[in-house]
């Protein structure tokens, strides 16, 4: 990663992040990490296994139980992850870097 340089600015691609990353607070850094992919799949699951357990009069024994909550678990990690890539990342790269899509940058 060191080989490489911005013609510009002469900075690397280590010196590059973190130049960007010293813009990013704790919470910006959070959003945009693993850990929080992490969290919105625990989120997911909780919520579909609650949600499940709501709608239990319609099911049938433990199996019903568990395909719905698997099915709503997924379907709310799909709308979570939607939401963390077309409103929340770019809001953060709005934040951090400037623009809306880093790819922009000069």
């Not at 280590?14 to 990013?24: D, G, H, I, L, P």
């Not at 799909?78 to 770019?90: K, Q, W």
Request: with cysteine; glycine share 6%; net charge positive.
């Amino acid at each position: 990663m060191s080989e490489f340089a911005w013609t510009d600015t002469s900075e690397n691609l280590v010196e590059y992040r973190k130049r960007w990353t010293s813009n990013a607070g704790l919470i910006q850094r959070f959003l945009c990490s693993k850990n929080a992919i992490l969290g919105m799949l625990a989120l997911s699951i909780v919520v579909g296994a609650a949600a499940a357990q709501w709608l239990s009069p319609i099911q049938r024994g433990m199996l019903g139980y568990m395909l719905t909550a698997l099915g709503l678990s997924v379907v709310i990690v799909m709308i979570l992850a939607a939401i963390l890539i077309s409103v929340i990342t770019p809001m953060v790269h709005k934040r951090v870097c400037g623009v809306a899509d880093p790819r922009q940058l000069q």
